[in-house]
């Protein structure tokens, strides 16, 4: 934890994207070819200087590097740690496999889309190396409000009334995240991120501490979409083009995540919050939200809402796993950052291909889809039985890590949590793969054998691929699990 | 004595030198009057800028006008605060001379330009003369004529409306000259001087007697001034004023010259009187505590009055009723990270407000367009100035990385110091409110109206969109390398509280 | 509600008024602290540091010469206000109300204006002159130079006036006025002291202290008096043009 290197890689990694903006601006009208090379090749050479710094993050040893600022408080500072770079990883591949769909999918409007994704992608960068507080709130700003065009690039007025939404609970989450760290900072000993409790019980009191925990979950929790704050989510990931979606669900909102992941092991700490006595209200939060989410799911005929309120029950198996504060329970959480997103992330990409192909968009019109569009549902199939949680697929190391947290922590109840989930899951997915492949008529006209192009099929299967890489190969180095355990024996 | 000895007063006597050559050079030729103008600016801003270094915090250079020293004579005392109006001052003068060029040829009859630059340099004079004087008289004539051009210059197209509204502000101003006089008399019937530390210092162990009157007069020197800041009860001039006037102008108006109402009280409370005044601290911190209150509701209402705002320039000018609020409250929280964040709000919105202006003016001169929605896709046919726009529209929002959060972020800290959480919720609140208004009109630019392809680009001449897209870049700049500025506002605030 | 919230404005401005008027120090009292703090260097030291016998010519110009400065840039910005908003003269010209046709003043006006006028101006620069040794000044001065050419405006009409001083020569006046007390500033500049220190090119500070202030100070009062009655002509000038003034001719009652 101690030991400490200064790089300027980092500062390139959160600066590389802005290749794909300038070569945007450069190229974007007039030689569209190169603009469309730029953008892949930006975005896989961010990839490229992300690896490098693998060993040292496998290691636990922290890379520094001072911005700007003028003294305490103010400070822009990066730093990558264990968290950070698995974050950052997860950032950089799913990046890769949404611009490289992109270039199949986006037909309007491309330069300002691709400047915008660049943008959030390098803010997005800055929010995993954030070195404190200060910093991650800047990114984590800039990040919120940079997804904007991404959600109403389409300009229906639907998006438009989605947009408006987003930033409705956006910004006075972002005022309300502001009384949060300058509270922190205030009664805290500092902003950075040590690994360590940095606010303490003895100084502040409890009261001070519940209030700026609470303001923390209220400003992170928008992204995060813990319950009552999830409003925006099935509007905003509906009304987003295809691969916007699966960033939103597969990683922005992580971001919110990660947000309270630092407040949890960085500014908090675990024994504070045992002692604080808050994380069995968060767990009960959490849970409602696994369920009403689940149940609103069900309800849904727009895929794409579907897959919302879907992500909204999902992404709270993290929170459920971080406030479980147990060993297992943590390593459950953060694994499911990465396996959600590759899990919704190929879903989105699926309902993006049907939309690009057949136009529909609502599950009763999808009957005998799996026949023209063999490869997709596949993948679809794929990560619908990853949600569910069977063995094999990422889904399921998750909710195996996260049920044995649940015994570590002595709260068997919220198994019952991730079994009803688990039940509901199944409930509202695989009626859409039976249908896909097993109803409706093979010869139906308009529905021939036709699989969509090459860049929206590759990412696809490639994220697909993931869903079981991920659920088989678990303890390979690099994947998910042997970085999360760093983190996490880093904690406990 | 080495040569830069003479600079404090070089300082304001260049720019009145240029005024006075400015009609006579009309005369002669016309067209030369402006880049005399650009010349008189830049030369200013050299001689402020270099100051920076010469001025250290709780190390002020002073400066005995005729060789006399205070409180025989006037004196000119820059601090660090006074260094950084004249250098907001005269550093965006530059900007907006350049901006005037093409936008009042087209504004003005051509025989009245040369009038126009020397109203300009003019009030150049008067801002940088009372942000640098140590001498509450002395303070009062440059009130003086920066309130007469500013009249002036409100009204200088000769337009029905803007004649109504210059008339609305000259009597409001003049109101408020009229209470900074009499609180001038007041003082200095009790302590015999004019000189502020000499004041001061007579303050901190006034006889009994007196101090009621030494307190009416703190009440009428922030009454003036509020009126000159155009703080809540007594803002009804400015959006009038601010939004009538010629888009240079209103940049001018918002950006420097309702500030130069802040620094008086600023002066007034801090340099003037000070925490220790004559053992009443406690009437001196309500009184404080009144105007923080003020200036918390111009908070709000400003920001409440500007989000139902249709035209683009009234818009802007409630926005600085608002702004104008953060750095009174910032200034009155009585916590050095409060004024250190009130002085770097008047950097971070004399740069946003002004861009703000500009890019209107460039709306105005290409479009011809005031009203909110008219702005429809302007984002894609005028994109250099409508980006100049949402860049500074971060910083009047506060939003990170710009300058308006570095400010933001140390009023709340200061807020916090204080334990003033109530202020704190306002702040907050007014930066909630800000983003509504603000991005509206971003919203209208950039995410409405026709197709990219379908659109050409016509921007307003580069002598326009230049300044304007500088003033947003200096608030990114300034918001990113706040090092530069506030750890040295800080520890001069520090110095301000202990004293 | 405008009239209530004037007059709840007002109140609380009679209140404090009142409140303090009982603290205000007494009249007359010498010992009050504006008799005793700054002025007694002035009225000892006055004459022999700054030069003028006239005591106030002595704070004005010299001990607060920057503030005088000042009020001269307040005159020039006045000016240039009046110019920018009012300037009418040169379309006026023709249209005027005020034409000599229409408006003719009476004889025994004419007469009596006529003689009267050179002795008003003589006063003028008398007062201007004589400033640093008795009552008067540029500002007094000045304003008894602008009321001649008032009164002249009125009886001779404006066509008049406005071909013997045209705006273009009151704009230079007024400018160089401004010069004029800049030049005298910076020749402390030039000199290696303090700007409005009052030296002579040839002489070093402190040598015949009441000589070479008195030189600068006279320049000084005659830049005033210059600026001060060019404004008032000005406004004046531009007033009756904008209100299209209908001057009668004035007939005495018999």
């Known amino acids: 934890m101690s030991r400490e290197a200064i790089s300027i890689l980092p500062i390139l990694v959160i600066f590389m994207p802005w290749v794909s903006l300038i070569g945007a601006a450069v190229f974007g009208k007039r030689k569209p070819a190169a603009a469309r090379a730029v953008y892949v090749g930006g975005t896989a050479a961010t990839l490229l200087l992300i690896v490098p710094m693998f060993p040292r993050a496998l290691e636990g040893l922290v890379i520094r590097k001072h911005l700007a600022g003028s003294g305490p408080g103010i400070s822009l500072a990066l730093r990558v740690d264990t968290m950070g770079f698995y974050f950052a990883l997860l950032l950089a591949v799913m990046w890769l496999l949404a611009v490289i769909y992109s270039l199949g999918y986006i037909h309007g409007r491309q330069t300002r889309y691709y400047c915008f994704l660049a943008l959030n992608f390098s803010f997005c960068l800055g929010v995993a190396f954030s070195a404190n507080m200060f910093t991650l709130f800047v990114f984590y700003e800039l990040m919120s409000l940079f997804t904007y065009p991404l959600i109403i690039h389409d300009e229906t007025e639907v998006a438009r009334k989605a947009g408006f939404k987003y930033l409705a609970y956006s910004i006075p989450a972002g005022a309300v995240l502001l009384a949060g760290v300058i509270l922190q900072f205030f009664y805290g000993d500092t902003l950075a991120f040590l690994g360590r409790s940095t606010i303490h019980l003895s100084q502040v009191g409890k009261p001070i501490l519940l209030v700026i925990f609470s303001i923390y979950m209220l400003g992170f929790g928008v992204k995060a979409c813990i319950m009552p704050l999830h409003g925006w989510v099935p509007d905003a990931h509906p009304a987003a083009p295809a691969p916007a979606s699966a960033l939103l669900s597969g990683v922005i909102l992580k971001v919110g995540i990660f947000g309270i992941v630092r407040v949890v092991y960085d500014v908090y700490g675990v024994e504070l919050l045992e002692a604080l006595g808050v994380s069995l209200w968060m767990l009960i939060v959490a849970g409602i939200t696994i369920i009403t989410a689940s149940l609103f799911a069900m309800s849904q005929d727009d895929l794409k809402r579907r897959l919302a309120y879907s992500s909204v029950a999902q992404v709270s198996y993290i929170v459920l796993g971080l406030f479980l504060l147990s060993p297992a329970g943590a390593v459950g959480g953060l694994l499911h950052i990465a396996h959600h997103a590759f899990m919704k992330g190929t879903l989105f990409l699926c309902s993006g291909v049907i939309m690009h192909e057949t136009g529909k968009r609502n599950i009763s019109e999808m009957e005998g889809i799996g026949k023209k569009l063999p490869l997709t549902m596949g993948a679809f199939t794929v990560a619908s039985l990853g949600m569910i949680g069977i063995p094999l697929t990422a889904g399921f190391i998750t909710k195996w890590e996260l049920g044995v947290g649940a015994l570590q922590a002595h709260r068997p109840y919220f198994i019952a949590v ?75 | 004595m080495n040569a830069s000895f003479n600079h404090p007063v070089l300082i304001v006597v260049v720019p009145l030198l240029f005024a006075a050559l400015c009609p006579i050079i009309g005369l002669i030729r016309r067209s030369l009057v402006v880049w005399l103008a650009l010349f008189g600016t830049a030369c200013t801003s050299f001689l402020a800028l270099s100051l920076i270094g010469r001025v250290t915090p709780g190390n002020d250079l002073s400066y005995h006008l005729g060789g006399w020293e205070p409180p025989w004579g006037i004196e000119i005392r820059i601090d660090t605060f006074g260094l950084l109006m004249v250098c907001v001052i005269s550093t965006l003068g530059i900007l907006l001379v350049l901006y005037s060029w093409k936008y009042m040829e087209r504004e003005l009859p051509a025989n009245r330009l040369s009038y126009y630059y020397t109203l300009l340099m003019l009030i150049y004079t008067a801002m940088l003369g009372f942000s640098i004087t140590g001498d509450i008289f002395n303070m009062f004539v440059f009130m003086e004529i920066f309130a007469i051009t500013s009249y002036a210059l409100v009204a200088v197209t000769g337009e029905k409306r803007a004649l109504r509204a210059a008339f609305k502000y000259l009597l409001m101003g003049a109101t408020s000259s009229v209470c900074v006089l009499l609180a001038i008399t007041f003082l200095y019937s009790v302590t015999g001087s004019l000189n502020m530390l000499d004041i001061s210092n007579t303050l901190a162990e006034l006889s009994p007697d007196y101090i009621r009157v030494a307190l009416a007069a703190l009440v009428f020197f922030i009454t003036g001034f509020s009126v000159k800041a155009a703080l809540f009860p007594v803002h009804v001039w400015l959006p009038e004023a601010h939004s009538i006037a010629p888009s240079p102008v209103s940049a001018l108006l918002s950006a420097l010259v309702i500030k130069m109402g802040v620094f008086g009280i600023f002066r007034i409370l801090f340099t003037v009187y000070g925490p220790g005044f004559a053992n009443e601290t406690a009437n001196w911190k309500s009184l404080n505590e009144v105007v923080a209150w003020a200036a918390a509701l111009s908070i709000l209402a400003g920001a409440a009055f500007a989000i139902a705002q249709k035209d683009l320039k009234l818009m802007i000018a409630y926005s600085s009723i608002s702004h104008i609020g953060y750095i009174v409250l910032g200034i009155c929280l009585l916590s050095y990270h409060g004024t250190a964040g009130g002085f770097y709000n008047v950097l971070a919105h004399a740069m946003g407000k002004a861009s703000f202006f500009l890019v209107a003016g460039c709306f105005l001169y290409k479009k011809g367009f005031r009203r909110i929605e008219d702005l429809k896709g302007l984002g894609r046919s005028m994109p250099i100035s409508s980006g100049a726009f949402a860049l500074a529209s971060l910083s009047v929002i506060g939003l990170p990385p710009s300058a308006g959060f570095i400010a933001k972020w140390n009023i709340l800290w200061g807020c916090l110091d204080s334990r003033k959480y109530l202020f704190a919720g306002v702040v907050l609140l007014g930066s909630v409110l800000a983003a509504v208004y603000c991005l509206k009109v971003v919203y209208y630019l950039f995410f409405t109206g026709p197709r990219m392809r379908d659109t050409r680009i016509e921007e307003a001449p580069a002598a326009m969109y230049v300044p304007a897209a500088l003033l947003s870049l200096g608030t990114l700049f300034f918001g990113i390398f706040s090092g530069l500025i506030l750890p040295s506002l800080n520890s001069a605030s520090r110095i301000l509280m202990i004293r | 509600m405008k009239k209530l919230f004037v007059i709840l404005a007002l109140a609380a401005l009679g209140v404090v008024l009142l409140w303090v008027v009982g603290k205000m120090p007494e009249m007359g009292d010498s010992r009050t602290p504006d008799k005793t703090h700054v002025v007694p260097r002035y009225i000892e030291d006055g004459v022999k540091e700054a030069g003028a016998e006239n005591l106030i010519t002595d704070v004005i110009l010299n001990y607060r010469g920057y503030d005088t400065m000042g009020e001269v840039a307040v005159i020039f910005s006045a000016l240039c206000a009046v110019i920018a908003l009012l300037d009418r003269e040169k379309r006026g010209v023709s249209r005027s109300a005020v034409d000599a046709s229409q408006v003719r003043s009476s004889r025994i006006v004419r007469v009596t204006v006529r003689i009267l006028f050179p002795v008003i101006f003589l006063f003028a620069v008398y007062l201007i002159l004589h400033g640093e040794n008795s ?120």
């Open chain 3, 135 to 254: 009552a008067g000044g540029g500002f007094q001065g000045g304003a008894v130079i602008g009321a001649s050419i008032i009164v002249f405006t009125l009886v001779f009409t404006l066509i008049e006036s406005t071909r013997d001083i045209p705006l273009t020569l009151r704009v230079i006046l007024e400018s160089l006025s401004v010069l004029t007390f800049l030049a005298v500033g910076f020749i402390g500049v030039f000199k290696g002291v303090e700007f409005l220190t009052y030296i002579l090119p040839g002489l070093s500070p402190g040598v015949a202290g009441a000589l070479r202030s008195q030189v600068f100070m006279m320049s000084i009062e005659i830049a005033i008096g210059v600026a001060v009655g060019a404004i008032f002509t000005s406004i004046v000038f531009a007033m009756i043009k904008e209100e299209n003034f209908e001057l009668e001719p004035h007939i005495p009652e018999p």
């Open chain 1, 418 to 492: 991730l079994l009803i989930s688990s039940l509901l899951n199944a409930v509202y997915f695989l009626p859409i793969v039976y249908a896909a492949f097993f109803k409706g008529d093979s010869k139906q006209a308009g529905f021939p054998r036709n699989e969509t192009s090459k860049k929206m099929l590759v990412p696809v299967l490639a994220a697909g691929a993931f869903v079981i890489i991920l659920g088989v190969f678990v303890t390979v180095p690099g994947l998910p699990y042997s970085l999360v355990k760093v983190v996490v024996g880093s904690v406990f």
